[in-house]
């Protein structure tokens, strides 16, 4: 295990500060020109992340992806605070989202005044949410893993291949990138069964127990055969892949083997079998997508397809025989979508993110850690278009000073976040996905909704409530509520069905369907379409008042409805246009954002 670092009260110190104006950096005593010219290096993590593990001695448990890297062999130039902050993520991500205050503490070994302080910050930068003595992932957090799989470009020119081929087959297919010696998934088109795949986009496999990993190690150089080795030997039961069942029993010499024959059949086959190697009854039959812009003449794989089922279905002989020959074919058309679509142009930037967190800093004091935001906007920088960047774009697309902006890439090289891709350039990793997107890939509407109405509740002390509308557009369900304390209060449970016509959440879904498929005149619906709100006054029940906002997805369609309810004596119909309607289009807003960030590369069930 590596050393305890020194505990430290102020991590914003306790790294140097770079010089803003980019003239140079002091490190260690030194000066050093922020240039061009002096990329950071490639350095080998010193404590290893799941799939890269070094051999331990003893009898001591592997270690996971740590949380606190061996400072004493961390790059000079290396942004301390940035390296705490990244492992208080990937702790939060490891406990599927969510850990006590305290259970930080314990993970990341770090003081509780660093925890807060950490953690104060990435709720300023809306990451995370503090609720008491727990902290919670965000969605916006998923911008980090979308900045990569937008980089990246195969979810958005892929996925509906995938999607069409699971329609197909009525099977699970997935979509997986090589990560050192795991894999790690990038889209997921899932069946909905009592025996379903339960795998996350961002999760990490060992490659040997997977069909897509021999496909992969293929490629496999003589160095990464043996830090493979080296971390088998050091986690014989897959303990660091927290997202597969752990060996029964350790692996050994035959295990190795299998997965080189494996490796091999590959090679000759160009598809690889998985047969229960995860866990009794999963099977798996894979096919590597190749990039047709690839000059060389030999085309290693940009990532591998793959078709999942279950023994009750499928063996793994009919996998072969069966679903092969159909899998071979969607894959000839997602390498012909490749070949067809030109590269985007270069995408637009975020924008004065150095501004933003000098005014956070201004206003939260101490509180904010202004190093460790500034390095996670470097992340930001990436994107479609944008999937490699020098020194100076990355400078230039988030405001930072060259400097500032030079050791924080040197930074996420020390931990294997970005890595040198050409002349001066850099792109992301993998790893990316590791920064919180597994557990959050799976968040619903109501997780989104259910803290920002818990916030307007507090603020307008009146109850409020999501809901959606039914399959048959008669009536409205709602799915999340967070009520008031109040003596008299609207008294709702979730699921309770209600006729959408006479309710303001109704009114506002139905606005927004096509003319004549609603059950209300449309020059109503039209005004509430214009207006952007509905107002019902004592329809539904004598004395109760409500008004409501949409909810919009990505495409600008209403999918979900926001209202407060209350007894027509506490609010005049004119004060709920005034006082709470303002109010509620601001956490509309706010939905709607974490909404439009979850939902950019996964599925965002509504109910």
């Known amino acids: 295990m590596?050393?305890?670092?020194?505990?430290?009260?102020?991590?914003?110190?306790?790294?140097?500060?770079?010089?803003?104006?980019?003239?140079?950096?002091?490190?260690g005593g030194t000066a050093t020109p922020a240039t061009e010219s002096t990329a950071p290096t490639t350095t080998e993590a010193t404590t290893p992340a799941p799939g890269s593990a070094a051999p331990t001695t003893g009898s001591a448990a592997p270690a996971r992806e740590s949380v606190t890297p061996n400072e004493a062999v961390t790059p000079d130039e290396a942004v301390t605070p940035l390296i705490r902050g990244i492992a208080v993520l990937r702790e939060l991500t490891e406990a599927d989202g969510t850990l006590s205050l305290s259970g930080l503490e314990r993970a990341t070994r770090l003081a509780r005044s660093t925890i807060d302080r950490i953690t104060a910050t990435l709720a300023r930068m809306g990451y995370v949410r503090v609720d008491g003595r727990d902290v919670h992932l965000s969605p916006r957090l998923m911008e980090l893993g979308n900045a990569y799989l937008a980089a990246l470009r195969l979810p958005a020119l892929l996925a509906s291949r995938a999607d069409a081929l699971a329609d197909e087959l009525d099977e699970?297919?997935?979509?997986?990138?090589?990560?050192?010696?795991?894999?790690?998934?990038?889209?997921?088109?899932?069946?909905?069964?009592?025996?379903?795949?339960?795998?996350?986009?961002?999760?990490?496999?060992?490659?040997?127990?997977?069909a897509p990993g021999p496909l992969f190690a293929t490629e496999w150089s003589a160095t990464d055969w043996q830090r493979w080795?080296?971390?088998?030997?050091?986690?014989?039961?897959?303990?660091?892949?927290?997202?597969?069942?752990?060996?029964?029993?350790?692996?050994?010499?035959?295990?190795?083997?299998?997965f080189m024959s494996r490796t091999h059949e590959a090679a000759e086959n160009g598809w690889a079998l998985d047969d229960q190697l995860i866990e009794p009854g999963l099977v798996a039959v894979s096919v590597p997508v190749r990039s047709p812009h690839t000059t060389a003449a030999h085309q290693p794989p940009v990532c591998v397809a793959s078709v999942v089922s279950h023994t009750s279905?499928?063996?793994?002989?009919?996998?072969?025989?069966?679903?092969?020959?159909?899998?071979?074919?969607?894959?000839?058309?997602?390498?012909?979508?490749?070949?067809?679509?030109?590269?985007?142009?270069?995408?637009t930037p975020p924008s004065d993110l150095a501004l933003w967190t000098g005014a956070s800093k201004q206003q939260l004091g101490r509180d904010f850690i202004e190093s460790l935001a500034r390095g996670l906007t470097v992340l930001t920088a990436f994107g479609e278009g944008r999937p490699e960047l020098t020194l100076t774009e990355v400078a230039q697309a988030t405001g930072l000073a060259r400097a500032t902006a030079r050791r924080a890439l040197i930074t996420y090289e020390h931990l294997d976040l970005v890595t040198p891709t050409g002349d001066r350039t850099f792109a992301l990793t993998p790893r990316i996905l590791s920064l919180g997107f597994p557990p959050l890939?799976?968040?619903?509407?109501?997780?989104?909704?259910?803290?920002?109405?818990?916030?307007?509740?507090?603020?307008?002390?009146?109850?409020?409530?999501?809901?959606?509308?039914?399959?048959?557009?008669?009536?409205?369900?709602?799915?999340?509520?967070?009520?008031?304390?109040?003596?008299?209060?609207?008294n709702i449970t979730l699921g309770t069905r209600l006729p959408a016509h006479a309710t303001a959440l109704g009114r506002v879904l139905l606005?927004?369907?096509?003319?004549?498929?609603?059950?209300?005149p449309q020059d109503t619906l039209t005004s509430v379409r214009s207006q952007g709100y509905a107002l019902v006054d004592e329809e539904l029940e004598?004395?109760?008042?409500?008004?409501?906002v949409p909810i919009r997805d990505r495409s600008g369609r209403v999918v979900a409805a926001l209202n407060t309810a209350m007894h027509a004596s506490r609010h005049s119909l004119r004060e709920c246009v005034t006082d709470l309607l303002p109010e509620l289009t601001t956490t509309a807003t706010r939905i709607e954002s974490d909404l439009h960030t979850a939902a950019r590369f996964t599925h965002v069930p509504l109910t």
């Open 542 to 548: 004598e004395g109760l008042r409500s008004i409501a």
């Open 511 to 520: 606005s927004d369907r096509a003319i004549g498929q609603a059950p209300l």
């Open 313 to 347: 279905r499928h063996t793994a002989h009919s996998l072969r025989t069966t679903l092969l020959p159909r899998l071979r074919a969607a894959v000839k058309r997602m390498e012909q979508e490749l070949e067809r679509t030109p590269p985007p142009p270069p995408g």
């Open 2 to 27: 590596p050393a305890k670092p020194p505990m430290n009260d102020d991590p914003e110190g306790s790294a140097p500060t770079a010089d803003e104006n980019g003239a140079a950096a002091e490190v």
């Open 441 to 490: 890939s799976r968040t619903t509407l109501p997780d989104i909704a259910h803290p920002h109405l818990a916030d307007l509740t507090s603020r307008i002390h009146e109850s409020t409530s999501l809901a959606v509308l039914s399959d048959s557009g008669e009536e409205i369900q709602y799915t999340a509520r967070v009520a008031t304390g109040r003596v008299m209060s609207v």
């Open 172 to 210: 699970s297919v997935s979509l997986a990138v090589a990560d050192r010696d795991g894999i790690r998934f990038i889209h997921q088109a899932t069946r909905r069964r009592a025996m379903s795949l339960s795998f996350r986009i961002g999760d990490l496999l060992p490659a040997e127990r997977t």
């Open 229 to 258: 080795r080296e971390r088998r030997a050091a986690d014989p039961r897959d303990l660091s892949f927290t997202a597969v069942p752990p060996r029964k029993y350790g692996a050994d010499a035959r295990d190795d083997d299998m």
